[in-house]
């Protein structure tokens, strides 16, 4: 059934003139884990995501309803809005709700998504950016606005959810653009966007199929270390952030593990640096090096990957159809990307299967997503 139908019905409003918006998912390229270390990154928003179809409603709440979930989510804006594990997904966007200044009210809000959730796509980012796009009451298409709203997004993760996770995910949902990645410098929040032309490659997403939850999982202690190695280095010689450390710098940590989180994160910094000279020159081989370089210090020095993730990456990396492969996102499972020669795709895909599930237990699965724009407004009073 398409999005209005569904509207109508679960609102029980048969002809109600509805709103068309649409979020994207994202996949981060390259450059993990260091956009809260003050580094470049380099993701792109995907073109599948989060559509919503948005009515009128008579009284003051907010009703939102999403098609992957049994309970709808009620916002009423005379309550007090506090995070509560039963409310599951919702949290999100109350949370967002909780700190727009002037929110709308009065909404019906109908939401289907082609994302896989909690698979290090940005599902979440993506529901946060769409409800604050819904419901900003001073909604404009400029850079302004833009950042505001993923600067919220960041806040309803870090204040709201719980998450110590950076800027990355609600930027390049609000920011993409179709065909190009963004260079994002999570320092000063400048960007650049950066044409990605794959030739005769695709990117392909392979989601491990294992569920995380990142505020459950070792996210924050990474953030931890991180600022740890900060401290340690800046009381030796003055840098802003830690993407700013040299290799060398690292005489300054004692600590193994902390040492070897600084590594990966003063090495990725240049890999994505090397990646944009790479692309721009139109070199995928080495940009294909750049990500199996990322991924190996990822597993070694960040230790976020885990065998699920390894599994996929290795065997991708093995075929020769496949010039780069690495994990993306967070980690400890979610999703991996791996850039392979568009006409050898099938073949990639059932080998990879075969021996993921040999090794452990289930699926993978695939998806072959464009790279396109970030949230946007689909259209308007829609008659169906
Ligand atoms: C998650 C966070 C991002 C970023 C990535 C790792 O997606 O939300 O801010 O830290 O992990 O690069």
Redo the contacts with the bound molecule.
């Keep these: 059934m398409n999005i209005v139908d569904s509207y109508r019905r679960y609102f029980d409003e048969p002809s109600q003139k509805v709103q068309l918006y649409f979020a994207p998912g994202r996949v ?1 390229l390259i450059g ?5 270390n003050g580094g470049n ?1 380099f993701p792109a928003a995907l073109s599948i995501g989060i559509t919503a179809a948005v009515g009128k409603r008579n009284d003051d709440l907010i009703v939102i309803k999403s098609e992957s979930f049994e309970n709808e989510v009620v916002i009423d804006p005379k309550e007090k809005i506090e995070f509560d594990q039963k409310y599951g997904w919702g949290n999100y966007a109350r949370g967002m709700y909780k700190f727009i200044e002037n929110p709308k009210k009065s909404l019906n809000i109908y939401l289907k998504s082609n994302l896989p959730d909690g698979a ?1 796509l ?1 599902s979440s ?1 993506s529901l946060e950016m769409i409800i604050g796009y819904i419901i900003s009451s001073e909604r404009k298409n400029n850079d302004d606005f833009k950042k505001r709203l993923s600067l919220l997004g960041k806040k309803v ?1 870090n204040e709201f959810i719980g ?1 110590q ?5 609600q930027f390049s949902i609000v920011f993409g653009k179709k065909d190009h990645g963004i260079l994002l410098d999570t320092h000063s929040l400048n960007y650049e966007y950066v044409p990605v032309f794959l030739k005769n490659y695709k990117l392909v997403i392979i989601n491990t199929n294992k569920k995380r939850e ?1 505020s459950g999982s070792s ?1 924050n202690e990474r953030k931890y270390q991180c600022e740890k190695a900060f401290e340690l280095i800046n009381s030796k010689k003055d840098i802003n952030n830690l993407c700013e450390a040299s290799i060398d710098d690292l005489k300054y940590i004692k600590d193994p593990i902390i040492r070897k989180r600084a590594k990966h994160v003063i090495t990725e910094e240049k890999r994505v640096l090397e990646s944009i000279e790479v692309l721009k020159k139109g070199d995928l081989k080495k940009f294909g090096e750049l990500l199996n370089q990322s991924h190996k210090s990822l597993k070694e020095d960040f230790e976020v990957t885990g065998i699920e993730l390894d599994t996929i990456v290795n065997s991708s990396q093995k075929q020769e159809s496949c010039i780069g492969a690495r994990m993306t ?2 980690g400890f499972g979610g999703c991996a990307i791996a850039l392979v020669k568009e006409d050898e795709i099938e073949n990639f895909e059932r080998n990879i299967s075969k021996e993921y599930f040999e090794k452990i237990g289930y699926k993978p699965s695939f998806y072959i997503s464009n790279i396109n724009d970030g949230v946007k407004k689909l259209g308007g009073d829609i008659d169906g």
């Design positions: 981060n993990e884990h260091i956009d809260y990154v290090g940005s980012a993760e998450v996770s950076g800027i990355m995910d990142l996210y996102g967070a």
